[in-house]
C-alpha cells in the first residue's frame, strides 16, 4: 500500500515566524509535490521535485521554499510565515509516466 | 492550452440514485485522466486512472468513468448512490508528452447525498 505520511497534522504559527511541514512517502516514486487548497481554489501547485536533490517552482512558489533531502523526505518551508498562508497543505507523490498521485492526510496550518 | 473544467461545483441526489459528475478537459492528444474523492478532513483518493484502450474505465465502489475525446470529457458515472459517497470530487489529466510532473485539477464537485 502506497504511503504518504504528513506531520504535523495542525499547526497554530505567528506571523514572521518560520514553519516547516514534512512529507514522508515509502512509493520509492521520483515525484513529489506540495500543494494547498483553499475555497474556491481547488489545489494549487507550491513547489514539486523530481527526484533527491531537485525542487522546482509550481504555480505559487512565492512565500515558500522546498528541500528534497533524500528519495523519502520532500519539506516545505515558510521562512516568514503570514496570514494569508493560512490554509490546508497537502503533500503528495507520484510514479511515472502515468504520474498517479498518492496524497498525505493533510497540514492545516492557522498562521495568526 | 492545457485544462480541466468540472462545470458543476456542487450536485445533490436522494440515496439510491444515479450519478453522473462531468469533466470536460483542453488538451491536444490524449491525456492520462483520473478521478479523486476527498472525504472530509482526509487527503484524496484515487478513484480510477485511464491511459488508453477501452473507452470505460471501472474504479473502486462501484464507480465508472467514461471517455470521449470527440467531446474532450471524462465523465463520472455510479448506478446507485450511498449516503457515503458524499464528498468532492476531482477530475484530473497528466500530460504525457512533454511530462513535467505537473497535474492539471479541475476546482472540484461536491457531492451531497440526502436520505
Known amino acids: 500500500e502506497a504511503a504518504v505520511t504528513q506531520s504535523p497534522r495542525n499547526k497554530v504559527a505567528v506571523t514572521g515566524g518560520k514553519v516547516t511541514l514534512s512529507c514522508n512517502q515509502t512509493?520509492?516514486?521520483?515525484?513529489m509535490y506540495w500543494y494547498r487548497q483553499d475555497t474556491g481554489h481547488g489545489l494549487r501547485l507550491i513547489h514539486y521535485?523530481?527526484?533527491?536533490?531537485?525542487?522546482e517552482k509550481g504555480d505559487i512558489p512565492d512565500g515558500y521554499k522546498a528541500s528534497r533531502p533524500s528519495q523519502e523526505n520532500f519539506s516545505l518551508i515558510l521562512e516568514l510565515a503570514t496570514p494569508s498562508q493560512t490554509s490546508v497543505y497537502f503533500c503528495?507523490?507520484?510514479?511515472?509516466?502515468?504520474?498517479?498521485?498518492?496524497f498525505g492526510a493533510g497540514t492545516r496550518l492557522s498562521v495568526l | 492550452a492545457q485544462s480541466v473544467t468540472q462545470p458543476d461545483a456542487r450536485v445533490t441526489v436522494s440515496e439510491g440514485a444515479s450519478l453522473q459528475l462531468r469533466c470536460k478537459y483542453s488538451?491536444?492528444?490524449?491525456?492520462?485522466l483520473f478521478w479523486y474523492v476527498q472525504y472530509p478532513r482526509q487527503g484524496l483518493q484515487l478513484l480510477l486512472k485511464?491511459?488508453?484502450?477501452?473507452?470505460v474505465v471501472q474504479g473502486v465502489n462501484g464507480f465508472e468513468a467514461e471517455f470521449s475525446k470527440s467531446n474532450s470529457s471524462f465523465h463520472l458515472r455510479k448506478a446507485s448512490v450511498h449516503w457515503s459517497d458524499s464528498a468532492v470530487y476531482f477530475c484530473?489529466?497528466?500530460?504525457?508528452?512533454?511530462?513535467?510532473?505537473?497535474?492539471?485539477f479541475g476546482l472540484g464537485t461536491t457531492l451531497q447525498v440526502q436520505p
Open positions: 484530473v489529466l497528466s500530460p504525457i508528452t512533454g511530462n513535467t510532473g505537473k497535474l492539471i
Open positions: 485511464y491511459y488508453s484502450g477501452d473507452p
Open positions: 488538451y491536444s492528444g490524449t491525456p492520462y
Open positions: 521535485s523530481y527526484g533527491a536533490g531537485s525542487t
Open positions: 512509493n520509492n516514486h521520483n515525484n
Open positions: 503528495a507523490s507520484g510514479g511515472t509516466p502515468q504520474n498517479t498521485l498518492y
